[in-house]
Antibody, heavy 117, light 110 residues
């Protein structure tokens, strides 16, 4: 069974940093592109970033470019999102998702990031 | 403002058939597969339809997807109370070099 488990969310002050992790199991992690998607509670889904299966290529939404860094450790079956210079508008539930079935085929349960003083 | 356009709400009575539209452009729906996700209240999104019209195992055949040009639609037949959820369309956007989502459609079963 495919499982994605996010961790690392919490309360952080504006301008601060946070690193999210996503532990994967039940599939060949190193074979799939992985994504981060966020959702402000009560609002829609917003794509944040993606990384190629071998980590050699990344893409970011304009809203996070230069502040967030996606990475992965295929030996540990883990995806990361390093978030720096956090702003109030980054407050959201962050989901990791795999590209099984082509695009965002499997999702984690999400981790809440709150940016507030 | 979402890149893909969905109606904010839809409704139907049990047993009815409802459709949810998703409109885009040549750089997204017009040139890439469309995916649909169901988000039940308080839970993470789940894949409902992949590659325009394919259902993952476990998804009832009451759910179907289609695509024509720069638009796509999700149809739900034999509506059931447990179908009450938010539905999102998504696809890759070549101009944005990112995933484009619709704004979501809240389905109410009356």
């Amino acid at each position: 069974e495919v499982q994605l488990v996010e961790s690392g969310g919490g309360l952080v002050q504006p301008g601060g940093s946070l690193r999210l992790s996503c532990a994967a199991s039940g599939f060949i992690f190193s074979s799939y592109w992985m994504h981060w998607v966020r959702q402000v509670p009560g609002k829609g889904l917003v794509w944040v970033s993606r990384i190629k299966s071998d980590g050699s290529s990344t893409d970011y939404a304009d809203s996070v470019k230069g502040r967030f860094t996606i990475s992965r450790d295929n030996a540990k079956n883990t995806l990361y999102l390093q978030m720096n210079s956090l702003r109030a508008e980054d407050t959201a539930v962050y989901y990791c998702a795999s590209n099984i079935f082509g695009l965002l085929g499997s999702w984690g349960q999400g981790t809440l990031v709150t940016v507030s003083s | 403002q979402s890149v893909l356009t969905q109606p904010p709400s839809a409704s139907g009575t049990p047993g009815q058939r409802v459709t949810i539209s998703c409109s885009g452009s040549s750089s997204n729906i017009g040139s890439n597969y469309v995916y649909w996700y169901q988000q039940l209240p308080g839970t993470a999104p789940q894949l409902l339809i992949y590659r325009n019209n394919q259902r993952p195992s476990g998804v009832p055949d009451r759910f179907s997807g289609s695509k024509s040009g720069t638009s796509a639609s999700l149809a739900i037949s034999g509506l059931r109370s447990e179908d009450e959820a938010d539905y999102y369309c998504a696809t890759w956007d070549d101009s944005l070099s990112g995933v484009a989502f619709g704004g979501g459609t809240k389905l109410t079963v009356l």
